[in-house]
Each structure stands twice: as structure tokens, then as C-alpha cells.
């Protein structure tokens, strides 16, 4: 008797099936400690959201201002302001 494709259907469906029973149901009992976890996961990928919000709003921020204070410069250097 070779391997069959029922044999095959039968190894890893019927498993599965049965599992799906409503009397072979595993009850899980809630996990205050993983739900804890999960909240903080959820708490830091928030926060990390805001800080690479904040970050990129500082980076283009610095360089407008950079980028102000050297045109400044090279214009006073230049001659055309006269402070």
C-alpha cells in the first residue's frame, strides 16, 4: 500500500479538522502578561512614530537654516549688505 494522496490528505487534514472540533477546542486562558507586552509594543512604535516625525522636522529645519545663514554670509561678504 504506497502513499496515496487520501493517505497524505488524511495525515495533515484530518489533524486539523479535529483540531477545529468544538470538543477538542484547546482552551486558552488569557495572558495578562502578553497583553501587557503587546500594549507596550504598541506604546513604543508610537513613540518612535512621533520621534522620527520630530527628527525629520528638526533635520529640515537645521538645514533651512544653514542654508539661510550661509546665503547671509556670502552676501555680506560679497558686499551687498552693509551692517
Known sequence: CGITERSIKMKTIMPWIN???PQNKVIEEPDPEFDRYMRQAEIYQELSDEADRA??????????LFG???IIT??????MIMI
Do not use: E, Q, T
Not at 74 to 79: E, F, I, K, N
Open 19 to 21: 483540531s477545529r472540533h
Open 55 to 64: 527628527m525629520a522636522f528638526a533635520i529640515i529645519l537645521g538645514a533651512l
Open 68 to 70: 539661510v545663514l550661509m
Open 74 to 79: 556670502a552676501m555680506y561678504r560679497d558686499g
